[in-house]
């Protein structure tokens, strides 16, 4: 065997030696890496340690919102709404609005030939006569009474049947007025107007149709509805089922956002107005109702949205803040987060919670707003406390 034959397998080895020295050097460099420092409850790493790469902080913001995401119902305000219904029975000979039609107060919606209205056009009148005979009567006895033709209780018995016909015509003029009539009307077509001003916004009547002042007692749903329906679609009234454990942070005067999934890209405000005295036995959910401010009619009634109460301002510091529920652990039946006290210095601290909602806690105690609390990594700091206190 020559020399050049002897050389040959040397190569194949110092690549094997650089390859195991490169392979080393990445060890040694860890191994300088002090390792983290536990004092108490901290949990001290270097400047530039390896295990800071897996954590990750966020800021406790103040809790602004009371309660958020609870699905409501728009419906139509009764402070600015009138449901109408006939006070006669008869038939629907004309119909003299239509469904957005701006109404004033007073205005005529409908002609009914009513029978009903009828007898009550024509009891106002005989007792108006009846008025006028008897006033003559009674004038007439107390003549014959001071040029002593007629006895005093003849001019008493005038005087009686006088004021029993004036009762009687009060009491028909008062029932002609209930009807919305007048006894100068022509014929017995009762005109059915609305008492309040704004915009028809139902209508469930057709001409021919026959009505009756008593289908307001129906029990069937289609007999049950008004005949016509006059609100303000500017003002709205919303109602949310909240449940049980939020009705602690609610009060009326708070303010309502409003999110629609017709509109996503806008915000609704309102207002909490009042809080219902009882809960759903079943569903364990109070009636909380709202106003809604409505000024370009986007939003409409019987709509189902989402709702946002504002926490008050001058509780929001009670409310305490909220952050990430992943920044959150139980040990011992406890809960506990960590606190970035500084770049690389993390602080175990003890928190009282509330309620967990989309993601979000309500911290009340243990955390400030504006101090930043580990959301991944909570578990690695855990174990590093554990190995130095075993």
Not at 84 to 99: D, H, K, Q
Not at 250 to 267: E, W
Not at 374 to 389: H, I, M, P, R, S
Request: proline share 5%; net charge negative.
């Amino acid at each position: 065997m020559n020399t050049k034959d002897m050389k040959m397998p040397a190569l194949p080895l110092c690549m094997a030696g650089l390859l195991l020295l490169s392979a080393c050097k990445p060890a040694e460099k860890a191994a300088d890496v002090p390792a983290p420092k536990v004092e108490g409850e901290k949990v001290i790493f270097v400047a530039g340690a390896p295990q800071t790469s897996s954590l990750s902080v966020t800021t406790a913001e103040t809790r602004r919102f009371a309660v958020t995401h609870i699905t409501g119902r728009l419906m139509w305000n009764d402070d600015a709404t009138v449901r109408i219904f006939t006070p006669v029975a008869g038939r629907v000979t004309e119909i003299l609005a239509n469904l957005g039609q701006p109404i004033t107060e007073g205005m005529p919606l409908a002609r009914i030939d009513s029978p009903d209205f009828g007898q009550a056009l024509a009891d106002a009148r005989t007792a108006a006569g009846n008025v006028r005979a008897m006033e003559k009567a009674f004038n007439r006895a107390k003549e014959l009474f001071e040029h002593g033709a007629a006895a005093q209780k003849d001019v008493e018995n005038a005087e009686a049947s006088c004021t029993s016909a004036v009762s009687e015509r009060d009491r028909a003029q008062a029932r002609l007025k209930l009807y919305g009539g007048s006894d100068q009307a022509s014929d017995e077509t009762y005109v059915l107007r609305s008492p309040l001003a704004g915009v028809l916004v139902e209508k469930n009547i057709n001409p021919g149709q026959e009505v009756r002042a008593d289908q307001m007692l129906a029990n069937a749903t289609q007999l049950y509805a008004p005949l016509f329906v006059v609100s303000d679609p500017t003002r709205l009234w919303i109602q949310l089922d909240v449940a049980e454990q939020d009705l602690g942070s609610l009060q009326p005067g708070q303010v309502l956002h409003i999110y629609s999934r017709a509109y996503p890209d806008k915000v609704f405000d309102g207002v909490l107005e009042s809080i219902g005295d009882s809960l759903d036995p079943t569903t364990r959910t109070v009636k909380v109702r709202g106003a809604v401010n409505n000024p370009d009619k986007l939003l409409k009634a019987e709509m189902y949205v989402t709702v946002d109460v504002e926490q008050d301002t001058t509780k929001l510091a009670q409310g305490g803040v909220e952050i990430p529920a992943k920044a959150v652990f139980m040990k011992n039946n406890q809960y506990y987060l960590f606190i970035e006290q500084s770049p690389g210095e993390y602080q175990r601290q003890l928190v009282k919670i509330g309620l967990e909602q989309d993601g979000k806690v309500q911290v009340y105690e243990g955390v400030a707003s504006g101090q930043k609390v580990v959301t991944e990594g909570c578990l690695l700091l855990q174990a590093l406390l554990d190995t130095d206190k075993s």
